[in-house]
């Protein structure tokens, strides 16, 4: 489970992102993961109050917002969904694709006091 | 809603003063940069380097032994990194075939990061190094979400694992420049379906290259070995 690295990774910037900012304490923490991101809602929901344990961000609201992946077709040109098991072009199923959107993992947005 | 401001707040004890801070950062910011350090130090030196992913016991180090000599008989100078929770077996293994190899034991953690390889470079890469070898850590998933700041990920499918891999973890499969189709020489004692497995690697990837082999009998090692020096 890389999850846990992962927020402790996310809870030194929001530490650094707080000292910058001369925040106190940290109401809400925002994040997004993309479907193809390699990272997965539970783990993120489990490991995020154990990585935030005495620090500013410790009982913290943790809101994850999920985004789809988003593929751009080479044969037609069409913008659309897919699923990561299957790159596909929705309009017309060639498999020429790029993804557009779908891969990061960001954090989006704090609430401080 | 926030009592005091009226603002969309997702903490109900919210009490007045607060800021929200929209923001768009990276999450793996810390790794992304220590792996593009290497990557740019790696290139600087011309050096190749292959991040190898695959499941625990799909017969990366079986690989690694045959391939390393092989580099050594066609005079390619390599460096090996070995990654694995514990033990340095894999290092032991490794050793004697011209190369330097040095082993990292991540104890309890599921995947190399780019600071552990960017620790190792000085030490591990010579002047007339062209190849840099990471073997990762045995696991389909975490690996793949970690840029060491390698030239192309590999990935290995042995056949004894089940055709459909790819499309049960997409992110490696889709983002390997090469999957290697391991262990062939089991196939007369297996179902496997060769063309199955072409579609899985299909469904998730248009780009990747894919080579089977099999280190202990060496068909196909030969087309892995000109990949691997550019032939």
Redesign the interface.
Same mark, same amino acid.
């Given at each position: 489970?890389?999850e846990l690295?992962?927020a402790v990774?996310?809870i030194?910037?929001i530490e650094k992102?707080c000292e910058r900012?001369k925040?106190t304490r940290i109401?809400?923490v925002?994040?997004s993961i993309g479907a @193809?991101?390699?990272?997965e809602r539970e783990p993120m929901e489990f490991a995020f109050p154990e990585a935030a344990r005495h620090t500013l961000a410790e009982g913290?609201?943790f809101?994850i917002e999920e985004v789809p992946l988003r593929v751009h077709c080479n044969a037609c040109g069409a913008d659309t969904k897919c699923v990561?098991?299957? @790159?596909?072009c929705e309009k017309c199923l060639d498999?020429?694709?790029d993804i557009i959107s779908g891969r990061?993992?960001?954090?989006?947005?704090?609430?401080?006091? | 809603m926030c009592k005091d401001c009226g603002c969309e707040t997702a903490n109900a004890v919210a009490v007045h003063g607060h800021r929200h801070l929209d923001l768009e950062t990276r999450v793996l910011a810390v790794n992304d940069e220590a792996a593009a350090k290497n990557r740019a130090w790696l290139t600087e030196r011309g050096i190749k380097t292959l991040n190898i992913i695959s499941s625990p016991g799909s017969g990366k180090t079986q690989l690694l032994e045959r391939t390393l000599e092989r580099l050594a008989q066609r005079g390619v100078k390599v460096a090996v990194i070995v990654g694995d929770q514990q033990t340095d077996n894999d290092a032991q293994r490794l050793q004697g075939k011209g190369a330097p190899v040095i082993q990292i034991e991540t104890g309890a953690s599921c995947h190399l990061n780019a600071q552990q390889i960017g620790n190792l470079l000085p030490e591990i890469i010579e002047e007339d190094t062209e190849l840099l070898l990471i073997e990762n850590i045995g696991n389909l998933v975490c690996p793949a979400a970690f840029d060491l700041g390698e030239t192309a990920k590999v990935a290995l499918l042995s056949v004894c694992e089940g055709e459909d891999k790819p499309v049960k973890y997409p992110l490696l499969f889709h983002d390997a420049a090469m999957v290697l189709l391991t262990k062939i020489d089991l196939i007369p004692h297996l179902d496997w379906d060769a063309e199955k497995c072409h579609q899985a690697l299909h469904q998730v990837a248009h780009h990747g290259k894919h080579l089977s082999v099999s280190a202990r009998s060496g068909e196909g090692m030969k087309a892995w070995i000109d990949w691997l020096i550019g032939k």
């Open positions: 489970m890389h690295s992962l990774d996310l030194a910037q992102i900012e925040a109401l809400s925002k994040v @193809m991101s390699g990272v913290a609201v809101e990561p098991h299957l @790159m596909r498999a020429a694709v990061d993992f960001l954090l989006t947005g704090l609430e401080v006091l | -």
